[in-house]
C-alpha cells in the first residue's frame, strides 16, 4: 500500500465502525489503510523542535521496567486515578519480525487464546468475532507478506481488579475492537505496524462467548510498530501505544493497568526468545553419554566439581556443565510449556533461522533488503508426525531389540491446523513402542458448565493426540453434574469417566497439577488416560437408608460385581486398581466391603465427596447430588503397572485414652475428662511435638478392634464446654491416642513416602488426593504440598499430576483397610511405564464371570 497523505485528518473525529462494515469494497479499506496510517504516526517520539507537528503526541519518559521504557502523555502522567489511561511501551526482542507479528496479531481464536494465555497473567478469555474478507483467500503459508493486510474484529477480556492481597477475582472488563496489521519495506528494511480502535458489537453474540457480564472500556487510540535494529534484522524494536477509557465505577489505578501490559510485552519477550524454531531430536535415556565417563564439560572443557554440576544434553546426549547448557520451554498447544535442557551447541542449531541468505521483495513485489530464511522451515512446523508422548517418555523406554541409533522429532512451535469438534487434525501417527501409555491433565476456570467440560476436553485431547480411554473428573460445587455428563458423552460416547465435585458450595476449590495449584469459585480439572490394551469400567449404587450403619454393604457388593460383569474378569482375575468415591459417612461400609471382595494386592484408594458424585460408560451415566448418599467406583485394569502411596505424616503417642461419654461425633468425656482438659497433660507426658493452632487440633488415632490398626479423626469443632465434635462417630469404650507431627518435616516425609510407593518405577502419571488439615499445617502454602508430590515423583516435569482436597481419603494396604478423615493423610494413585509381566492382549485375557 503506497502511503497516504494525512495531515488534514482528524483520527478523533473518525467514528468507530460495526462489525457489519466488512463489505470489502475499495472505499471501506481505504479508511481503514488511512486510520492505520495515523495511528502509526501517533506512536512515534516527538523530536525536539520548535516547530509543533500535530500528528505526534508528547510523550514524556516515565520509567524503564524489565528493559521495556514506560511513556506517558504529560497531561496524564500525575492522575493515577484517572478514567483515562495512556501509555507507550517499547523494548528490543531477538526474534523474527513473522514471528513476533504473529504473537501480538493472531488471526484466528485459537492462536489468539493460546497466545494470550502464555502472555497475559491478568486474561479472562479472548476471541476473534470476525475477519475482513481479505483475510479470507487460500494464501501460501510460506509466503509471509501475502498474508497481508490482517483485518479483524477481536474481544478481550481481563481480570484487571484482580485484589493484590487475597487474589480474589473481581469484576472482569473487556474491550470490543477492530485491529488492522499491514506489512511493508521501510527505508530497505522489512517492518510491520496495526492499529486498534474500540467498535460497536451486538451485545447478543458476547453472551454467546461468555455469559459473565464485563465492564466495557474502550481503547480511543492504540498502535503498535515492529521495526529492525540492525541490518541483519536479527532483533527488532518493538513499540505499542495505547489511550484507553474506563468507565468511573471501574475503580483500578493507572499503575496497575501499565504494569499489567507492561508484563504482557515481557512475556511476549520471552516466550519470543525461549522458543525453538528448528526442528530438534531427543535422544533417550540409554543414548545418553554415560556421565562416569566424563571428567570435563564437553564444550567449555572445565573439570566437573561440586560447584560446577553435570548435566546431559536432550538432544545429543553429551555430559556438559549447567553453565553451558540451560533449559528451553516449549510450548505445546493449549498444554503448557515442556522443559528440555539444551547445550549452547545444540541450542544455537534450533535457533540457526537467523541467517540470512537470500534477498527479500516488499509487500507489492518490489524493493530491496534482506530476507531471513529458516534453514528449509517454516515459523509453526508441521507436526503431522509430532508426538508429544515420545517426548514425555523418551527418557523412559527400554532399549529397543535392535539397538538401532532412532531418534525423534520434537517441534517447538504448536500446529495451526483447523480443529473438528476439539480435536486437533493431525496426520498418521508414528507407530508406538508396545508399552506406551499417555497420561494428561486439563483445567478450566470458564463459569459455563459445557464450556468449561468441552475447554478442559480439547486441552486433554491435544496433550494426548488421542481421545483418552478414561478420565477421572473433578469439579467445584458451582458447576452442574448432570451438565458434566452429558457434555463428555456428547464429545466421546465412548468414555470412561468417574469424578466427583471439591470444595464447599460458594467457596473457592483448591487443584493442584504439576505446573501450579489454582484455587477459584468455578474450576474443571480432568485427569486423562490413554491405552488402547487396557480396560476400564465404572459402577454406582445409591443406598437406601441415610443411616451409615445400617445400610451400604449389599449396595456396595452390587456396584462391585457390576464393575466385575463389564471388565469381563474370571474368578481368580482381580483388577489393578479402584478408585472409590463415597458419600460422607459412608466410608467404613464402603471400604470393608470392597477389601472383603476383591485381592488386597490390587491398588485400592479414593476419597470422600460430600455434595455429588459421577461415573458413566458406554450407553450408561450416573448422577448423585448431596441428598442422595450413593457410592461410584473406577475399576481399571491398565497395560502397564499400577503403584499407590496411603499414608499419614502422624506418628502415634504412647498414651491410650478412653471415651467414657460420646454422643454420635461428640466426643465429651475421655478418661473422666472433658477431651480438651486432656490435652495439656498429653502435651506434658509425651516427648513428641504437637502441632497446636487456632484452626488445626491434634489428632485423634482409635484404635481398630480388628487389627489394632489407627483410623485417624479430626475435630472439626470445639466448645465452650471442652468437648469437641469429631468428624466421626465414637462409641463408649473406644481407645483413642493424640498423634503427633512434625509440621517442618511434611514436604520431606511426603516425597519420600510417595516415592517409597512407586518402588523406583518410572512414573507417567499421578493422582492424589490430600486431607485439607495437611494444608493448614504447612500454613495454606499450597505449592509447597504440589512440590512435595513432585519431588516424590523424582521432579519430572512430564508427569501428569493432579491433586486435591477431600475430607477424607480411603485406602486399603495389605488386607485391613485404612479409614482417615482429613489431618495429614494422603492417597495417591501412580501409573508407571512398566509393561506387566504378565500382560496379555485384552481380547485374550478375559473370561467368563
Request: aromatic residues 8%.
Amino acid at each position: 500500500m503506497d502511503r497516504f497523505a494525512v495531515d488534514e485528518l482528524d483520527f478523533e473525529s473518525v467514528e468507530p465502525c460495526r462489525p457489519s462494515s466488512f463489505d470489502g469494497t475499495s472505499s471501506f479499506k481505504f479508511d481503514v489503510g488511512i486510520r492505520a496510517r495515523q495511528a502509526l504516526e501517533a506512536i512515534h517520539l516527538k523530536v525536539p523542535t520548535q516547530i509543533k507537528d500535530p500528528r505526534h503526541m508528547d510523550w514524556q519518559f516515565y520509567k524503564k521496567v524489565k528493559d521495556v521504557k514506560i511513556h506517558r502523555l504529560d497531561e496524564y502522567t500525575h492522575d493515577m486515578h484517572a478514567t483515562r489511561v495512556s501509555f507507550r511501551l517499547s523494548c528490543d526482542v531477538k526474534a523474527m519480525l513473522e514471528s513476533i507479528v504473529n504473537v501480538l496479531a493472531p488471526t484466528t481464536t485459537q492462536e489468539y487464546m493460546r497466545v494470550e494465555k502464555r502472555v497475559f497473567p491478568k486474561l479472562f478469555q479472548c476471541a476473534v468475532l470476525q475477519q475482513g474478507p481479505e483475510n479470507s483467500h487460500n494464501i501460501d503459508p510460506a509466503d509471509f507478506a501475502a498474508s497481508f493486510p490482517r483485518h479483524s474484529i477481536k474481544w478481550h477480556g481481563s481480570h484487571l481488579l484482580t485484589n493484590r492481597l487475597t487474589g480474589r477475582l473481581g469484576t472482569p472488563n473487556d474491550f470490543v475492537f477492530e485491529e488492522y496489521v499491514e506489512y511493508e519495506t521501510w527505508h530497505g528494511r522489512p517492518r510491520s505496524f496495526g492499529y486498534m480502535q474500540s467498535v460497536d458489537s451486538a451485545e447478543d453474540e458476547l453472551k454467546k462467548l461468555c455469559p459473565v457480564k464485563c465492564k466495557r472500556a474502550a481503547i480511543r487510540k492504540g498502535a503498535f510498530v515492529v521495526s529492525a535494529v540492525d541490518d541483519l534484522c536479527m532483533t527488532h524494536e518493538v513499540s505499542i501505544m495505547y489511550i484507553l477509557d474506563f468507565p468511573r465505577s471501574f475503580g483500578v489505578s493507572a499503575e496497575r493497568v501499565i504494569a499489567a501490559y507492561v508484563d504482557r510485552l515481557v512475556n511476549m519477550r520471552e516466550v519470543l526468545f525461549n522458543t525453538l524454531f528448528q526442528t530438534i531430536k531427543i535422544l533417550p535415556r540409554h543414548k545418553w553419554v554415560d556421565d562416569r565417563s566424563r571428567q570435563y564439560c564437553a564444550v567449555c572443557e572445565s573439570l566437573f566439581t561440586l560447584v560446577r554440576s553435570r548435566h546431559h544434553c536432550r538432544a545429543c546426549g553429551e555430559v556438559i556443565c549447567h553453565y553451558c547448557s540451560r533449559k528451553w520451554s516449549i510450548p505445546i498447544q493449549d498444554a503448557g510449556e515442556l522443559q528440555t535442557r539444551l547445550c549452547t551447541p545444540c541450542s544455537l542449531r534450533a535457533r540457526s533461522h537467523l541467517m540470512p541468505t537470500a534477498p527479500m521483495t516488499g509487500p507489492a513485489g518490489g524493493g530491496g533488503g534482506m530476507r531471513l530464511s529458516r534453514s528449509n522451515t517454516t515459523l509453526q512446523p508441521s507436526v503431522d508426525d509430532f508426538d508429544y508422548n515420545d517426548v514425555i517418555h523418551s527418557m523412559h523406554e527400554p532399549p529397543p531389540p535392535n539397538h538401532h541409533n532412532h531418534h525423534r522429532p520434537l517441534y517447538s512451535m504448536p500446529h495451526r491446523g483447523s480443529t473438528v469438534h476439539g480435536q486437533p487434525s493431525v496426520g498418521p501417527m508414528p507407530p508406538l513402542p508396545p508399552s506406551t501409555v499417555r497420561v494428561g491433565t486439563a483445567m478450566s476456570a470458564s463459569a459455563d458448565t459445557a464450556h468449561a467440560v468441552t475447554d478442559a476436553w480439547e486441552k486433554l485431547v491435544c496433550m494426548l493426540q488421542q481421545p483418552p480411554h478414561f478420565v477421572f473428573v473433578q469439579y467445584s460445587c458451582d458447576h452442574d453434574p448432570p451438565a458434566i455428563v452429558d457434555t463428555l458423552q456428547h464429545l466421546n460416547p465412548a468414555v470412561v469417566f468417574c469424578g466427583h465435585s471439591i470444595g464447599v458450595l460458594g467457596q473457592d476449590a483448591v487443584l493442584f497439577q504439576e505446573e501450579a495449584f489454582v484455587r477459584r469459585t468455578h474450576v474443571l480439572s480432568l485427569w486423562g488416560l490413554w491405552d488402547p490394551d487396557g480396560n476400564f469400567a465404572t459402577a454406582a449404587a445409591a443406598f437406601s437408608s441415610v443411616n451409615p450403619a445400617s445400610t451400604g454393604k449389599d449396595e456396595t457388593r452390587a456396584a462391585v460385581n457390576d464393575a466385575i460383569r463389564k471388565l469381563h474378569l474370571g474368578p481368580t482375575d482381580s483388577p489393578d486398581f479402584v478408585w472409590l468415591v463415597p458419600s460422607e459417612g459412608y466410608e467404613d461400609v464402603v471400604v470393608d466391603t470392597v477389601s472383603a471382595l476383591l485381592d488386597t494386592s490390587l491398588s485400592t484408594v479414593g476419597a470422600s465427596a460430600a455434595h455429588s458424585r459421577i461415573c458413566g460408560m458406554a450407553g450408561e451415566a450416573h448422577v448423585f447430588s448431596k441428598d442422595q448418599p450413593s457410592v461410584v467406583l473406577a475399576m481399571c485394569c491398565p497395560s502397564v503397572q499400577v503403584a499407590h502411596a496411603y499414608f499419614t505424616c502422624y506418628d502415634q503417642n504412647d498414651r491410650l485414652f478412653t471415651v467414657d461419654k460420646a454422643d454420635g461425633n461428640r466426643l465429651m468425656v475421655l478418661d473422666n475428662q472433658p477431651p480438651l482438659g486432656l490435652l495439656r497433660e498429653g502435651l506434658d507426658r509425651s516427648k513428641r511435638k504437637l502441632y497446636l493452632d487456632s484452626k488445626v487440633f491434634p489428632a485423634f488415632g482409635r484404635i481398630q478392634p480388628k487389627d489394632r490398626r489407627l483410623q485417624l479423626i479430626e475435630p472439626v469443632a470445639v466448645h465452650s464446654d471442652l468437648t469437641m465434635t469429631l468428624s466421626a462417630p465414637v462409641s463408649r469404650g473406644d481407645q483413642m491416642c493424640l498423634m503427633s507431627m512434625d509440621r517442618k518435616a511434611i514436604p520431606v516425609e511426603i516425597a519420600a513416602r510417595i516415592r517409597q510407593g512407586r518402588h523406583e518405577l518410572e512414573a507417567v502419571g499421578c493422582l492424589v488426593s490430600c486431607s485439607a488439615s495437611i494444608v493448614q499445617h504447612l500454613g495454606d502454602d499450597f505449592d509447597l504440598l504440589r512440590t512435595a508430590v513432585q519431588t516424590g515423583l523424582g521432579k519430572d516435569p512430564s508427569i501428569a499430576i493432579t491433586g486435591s482436597l477431600s475430607m477424607c481419603q480411603l485406602g486399603v494396604v495389605h488386607g485391613a483397610h485404612h479409614l482417615s478423615h482429613s489431618n495429614g493423610m494422603v492417597a495417591a494413585l501412580i501409573i508407571t511405564s512398566k509393561r506387566k509381566s504378565n500382560w496379555r492382549p485384552r481380547v485374550a485375557h478375559r473370561k467368563s464371570f
